[in-house]
């Protein structure tokens, strides 16, 4: 079952249970009170599985056969290949002869990785005053705050801090910054002690939201570029919303407006002066600070899911990356190498980093025997070696001086020699000339 319909699950077992009512579930569900109970019915008498459609993993009595679809996409590409869906779909009825719809067109062109404009008009965004979530553990508003927190007496913490949006129960650790590690160690820490959130709210931090444009995998499938808290929380079937403003998670902004001043002068007192001492700290703050600041939630109950017996959440809340599988079969990942033991005919694996810093190779869930090369096996660029730290200085060249016995020197001579005795003889036949003409 997916993550969803655990959820569905978990809410109609507590209405079974008379923890919630048919009309309180339809509130969490979104959905109405006979579906409730159609609902309640079907996991009475089939358990479970009950809410999972009798046809899952079936064929389509009406699916077109595959034959069909090639000629139908081929088609396409020699008449049409610049044609959206619609269109198409009309010039496939009335020229070819082909009727089909242009969603199934649409889906069969997605399938075949070809370029597909869904264009939309988004009109203006309404904004009003939104009321508290009715049920603790629906919603959870995080975020970490950058603080001098001790003052000086130790380093520079990061509070990444959890408050539930119906009761304002407050969950909170401390961390030397603000990314993905801190994130899912809190959050596991956090399910362990309370359970699986129905949603979260963040702001729009790197960490939480990618700035990066959606690759052309994710805008044909018609999904955004998610990172690894993104990813993590999807596997956990919970529901990520991102604020737009400060303004509108401006519970838990007020959260650390109230630490920065309350609890900066509590840890003063108790002299923290560690990360550790911190964390320890918060452990006996936080129940009296829930008890003075907490408020009852308007409706009974937990949304809370427990973990299920196979879900590995060491498994989920980690650093998840594909690799390409060389021909050698190995895996560059971190600057290192890693050579895959097992036999496989993947062409890519899913690295998986844990939050203890060990790495896993697995492909379709299995993990990969591998080991890593070490350094000094590994070929390196040629590298300059540089003797001295001071840059060099060009010198101006010197002129060249040739040697007395030079070739050139010799020939300058010899040409010098020549001119000589040729300007003798002009001077001698003008002489000659000259008392020519006094003789005359």
């Known amino acids: 079952m997916s993550q969803k319909e655990l959820r569905k699950v978990h809410i109609i077992k507590g209405v079974i249970e008379k923890q919630y009512t048919q009309k309180e579930a339809g509130k969490i569900l979104a959905l109405s009170d006979r579906q409730i109970r159609r609902l309640q019915k079907k996991v009475k008498k089939y358990g479970e599985n009950g809410l999972m459609h009798g046809l899952r993993g079936k064929e389509s009595n009406r699916a077109y056969d595959e034959a069909f679809k090639t000629g139908v996409i081929e088609l396409y590409e020699e008449k049409y290949p610049d044609f959206g869906p619609t269109f198409a779909r009309e010039k496939l009825v009335k020229l070819d002869h082909i009727n089909i719809s242009d969603e199934t067109l649409r889906l069969w062109l997605r399938a075949e990785c070809q ?5 939309q008009r988004k009109g203006r965004r309404h904004r009003h005053w939104r009321e508290r979530k009715h049920w603790f553990g629906y919603m959870i508003q995080i975020d970490g705050s950058h603080h001098d927190w001790l003052e000086g007496r130790g380093p520079r913490l990061v509070l990444m801090g959890y408050i539930d949006d119906a009761t304002n ?7 030397l910054y603000e990314g993905t590690m801190p994130v899912f160690d809190s959050m596991k820490r956090y399910i362990q002690k309370y359970g699986i959130p129905h949603s979260v709210y ?20 018609d999904r955004e570029a998610l990172t690894q808290v993104g990813r993590a929380f999807k596997e956990l079937g919970i529901k990520v919303i991102h604020a737009n403003s400060p303004q509108a998670k401006g519970r838990v902004e007020r959260l650390f407006r109230t630490f920065q001043d309350r609890l900066i002068k509590e840890m003063r007192l108790a002299n923290i002066t560690s990360l550790e001492q911190a964390n320890d700290f918060l452990e006996t703050y936080l129940p009296e600070y829930n008890k003075q600041f907490g408020v009852q939630a308007l409706e009974k109950g937990d949304v809370h899911r427990r973990l299920s017996k ?5 498994a989920i809340l980690c650093k998840k990356e594909e690799r390409v599988l060389r021909n050698d079969f190995t895996v560059c990942y971190e600057s ?7 036999k496989t005919r993947a062409l890519k694996v899913t690295v998986e980093e844990r939050m203890n810093g060990r790495i896993f190779i697995t492909h379709q869930g299995k993990k990969l025997r591998y080991k890593e090369i070490p350094r000094q096996f590994i070929a390196k660029p040629r590298q300059i070696k540089v003797t001295s730290k001071k840059p060099i200085e060009q010198q101006p060249a010197k002129p060249y001086k040739p040697p007395k ?3 050139w020197r010799l020939c300058a001579a010899a040409g010098f020699k020549q001119a000589e005795a040729r300007r003798n003889r002009v001077l001698m036949r003008e002489k000659q000339y000259a008392a020519s003409i006094e003789a005359v």
């Open 202 to 221: 963040f702001d729009r931090h790197s960490t939480y939201k990618s700035p990066g444009k959606p690759s052309i995998e994710d805008q044909l499938l």
């Open 169 to 175: 129960e407050v969950f909170a650790r401390f961390y």
């Open 115 to 119: 370029r597909v404009h869904a264009w």
């Open 336 to 342: 290192k190498l890693y050579q895959v033991l097992d």
């Open 405 to 407: 016995n030079h070739p």
């Open 310 to 314: 196979d879900m590995r959440l060491d």
